[in-house]
């Protein structure tokens, strides 16, 4: 009897929430296409999330930042690669980014930077005034960004009712709460 | 002979010169603008030149859509530096974009000119000339990032006799809305057709022929001026300025312009420029009931599909001021004595309206001009007298669009001239033109002096855009 009461309270304890993926798509009006809005979840009541030890990657490559949006958990390092055969430079004008600037480096190298706050970094090089790219640190691994049509999966999102938020690098950004219950459908649009 | 029978005779002749000679005009529509938008001529002309009301919103925000959203844009431009460098200014340079293709376009022109006047001795001259090519316009006209756009003509124009000529009749560059409320403040300098002219300068007539007697009156004379211009006359007002103008659209419906301008001085009638110490000015105030907001703003009005149609009425006042002084006219008493002569204070009032009725567009301007002449010895420059003389001139146009590719223009034009023992100068302008393509037209054209029925012309014109 005691064995078999231990038998269920360890079942209890370790059985997995039951979660399920958070998908949708967000139409972005008046840009050319739906790419790189930015959806997650602002927070998880009682839940913290530390940060992660493998690093994200922004490859440098033909005078493009890739990718151009990357959203991470807050604290995550973001090691920035130069594939070109030309120096190229990393730095960011926003102060949750303490306006850092990694100096220039060579092709194959990489330089890296944390991302300690919640923030939407602006990254630029000076050597390439075109080009451009955002970090958007968010708090909690509940993130995704959207494909071209604007189709977004979000995996694992326990079940719960959350804020979630949408960011976009032209757009203006947009947020509702969303109840989710195993598989669950948010459709968003944004706009200038 | 008497002399004012002279007088009248040389006038005559010099009208119908101008009608032959002078009729080479600036082109104005842009492909450049049909590629980067992937659009059709049509979506801005009625019939080019002519802009439709969407095509007028277009040019008054500064070569931008209403509302423009960068989908809208099919040739993504160059970038000159990522949209975060704007909250680096000044530690670097605020970005901007290039247009993605080479912004140019061609505008060529073939005539066929059979023209009528009387000589001298009052025997009937004909001339019937294939001008192929009349002219040919290069075009460089786009946007700049958010704030610049820019319009340059380079027009290579031949002339009946074989020779050529060339100018560059625009060259400006705009700031659109640098600041306060979208639409509400831009600035153009350059070379440029003043938007004082909004709507019946040359470059934004279907007809092959400008208003003349608007732009070509030649102000100076011994008795005040007697017709249109000829080479090293004054003008009446010029059709294109080297200037700074500061324009824009208030309330939707509220159009106003500001300008100042380099002088008018000798060299003919298309861009006379003197270069003494003066400049001109010029202030326009338009306001437009009905149809499509000036910004191109719908609200709150149902419009037809057919974008050209549309009910509407826009009226507006306009008014040029400048000094001549020191500008020195050559000319000649009735005995043919030399003298020289200043327009030392000229003004030009007028009242313009466009009134839109479904396929027809009715507009015209009314112009009261005065000139203050000082007459000058030839050689000391001493002055002898001054007089006060005033001009007044007003044309009626009526476009209407039979079906898209068929639309027919009469224009009524009437000059009572300085020199009071001149009749007035009239002149009737019909036209049918046919669009064969968007960008390919062909016109009929008949200008004729109402005062004398051998003095007239017909143009069969070809033109083509690319």
């Known amino acids: 009897m005691k064995r078999a009461l231990c038998i269920a309270l360890f079942t209890l304890m370790t059985a997995p929430l039951s979660a399920g993926d958070l998908h949708g798509k967000v139409a972005c009006k008046g840009v050319r296409d739906s790419s790189d809005a930015v959806v997650y979840v602002t927070a998880v009541a009682g839940k913290t999330f530390p940060a992660p030890k493998e690093h994200e990657k922004i490859d440098q490559a033909n005078l493009v930042f890739s990718p151009h949006v990357l959203p991470v958990l807050v604290g995550t390092t973001v090691d920035f690669l130069n594939s070109d055969a030309v120096l190229h430079n990393v730095f960011s004008p926003d102060a949750c980014a303490e306006k850092f600037n990694l100096g220039t480096w060579p092709k194959g190298q990489i330089r890296s930077y944390q991302f300690k706050k919640e923030c939407v970094a602006a990254l630029l090089c000076k050597v390439h005034p075109e080009m451009e790219a955002f970090v958007v640190a968010v708090p909690t691994p509940y993130f995704a960004v959207t494909k071209a049509d604007g189709n977004y999966r979000i995996p694992d999102v326990p079940d719960g009712t959350y804020t979630v938020k949408v960011w976009h690098p032209k757009l203006r950004a947009t947020q509702k709460s969303v109840t989710v219950s195993g598989a669950t459908a948010a459709e968003f649009e944004i706009a200038k | ?466």
């Open chain 2, 1 to 466: 002979m008497n002399t004012s029978i002279r007088r009248l005779q040389g006038v005559l002749l010099c009208l119908v010169t101008g009608l032959i000679l002078g009729d080479a005009k600036p082109a104005g529509a842009v492909p450049a603008f049909s590629r980067k938008y992937q659009t059709s001529c049509q979506t801005c002309h009625t019939i080019f030149p002519k802009l439709n009301p969407f095509g007028q919103a277009f040019r008054l925000n500064g070569y931008h859509m209403p509302k423009e959203t960068e989908e809208q844009i099919k040739q993504k431009p160059v970038s000159l530096g990522a949209e975060a460098y704007e909250r680096m200014w000044p530690e670097m340079v605020w970005p901007s974009d290039l247009p993605g293709n080479v912004p140019f376009a061609l505008n060529t022109k073939m005539a066929n000119i059979y023209s009528s006047s009387l000589d001298d001795t009052g025997h009937q001259v004909v001339h019937n000339d294939f001008q192929f090519p009349q002219e040919a316009n290069l075009f460089a006209a786009g946007t700049l990032g958010k704030n610049f756009g820019f319009f340059g003509e380079f027009t290579w124009e031949e002339r009946p006799d074989g020779g050529s000529d060339t100018e560059i009749e625009h060259a400006r560059i705009d700031v659109i809305s640098p600041f306060g409320p979208e639409h509400l403040v831009n600035f153009r300098i350059g070379k440029l057709a003043p938007n004082l002219y909004d709507g019946f300068q040359e470059m934004w007539l279907m007809t092959d022929n400008g208003v003349d007697t608007l732009f070509t009156y030649n102000p100076i004379g011994f008795h005040g001026g007697t017709g249109l211009a000829e080479e090293d006359a004054g003008v009446s007002l010029p059709s294109r300025a080297r200037a700074i103008e500061m324009y824009g659209v208030a309330a939707h419906r509220l159009f106003y312009t500001i300008g100042v301008a380099s002088p008018i001085g000798p060299g003919g009638p298309n861009g006379t420029f003197g270069s003494n110490s003066q400049k001109d000015f010029y202030a326009r105030v338009d306001y437009k009931i009905g149809g499509m907001g000036l910004d191109g703003d719908t609200t709150g009005v149902q419009l037809p599909p057919e974008n050209w149609r549309e009910k509407s009425l826009r009226i507006g006042v306009l008014g040029y001021t400048g000094n001549g002084k020191d500008v020195n006219f050559d000319i000649a008493d009735d005995e043919g004595t030399p003298f020289k002569m200043q327009d030392r204070r000229y003004n030009r009032y007028g009242v313009f309206a466009s009134w839109y009725f479904g396929d027809l567009n009715v507009f015209g301007v009314a112009l009261h001009g005065t000139d203050k002449l000082a007459l000058l010895d030839d050689e000391t420059l001493e002055q002898i007298n001054e007089t006060r003389r005033s001009y007044d001139a007003w044309f009626a146009q009526a476009d209407y669009v039979i079906r898209p590719p068929f639309q027919v223009s009469v224009r009524y034009e009437n000059l009572r001239v300085a020199d009071p023992t001149i009749p007035s100068i009239r002149t009737l302008n019909a036209n049918l033109s046919v669009l064969i393509r968007a960008n390919i037209k062909a016109m009929l054209e008949y200008h004729r002096d109402l005062r004398q029925s051998q003095n007239y012309t017909l143009a069969t014109v070809l033109r083509f855009a690319l």
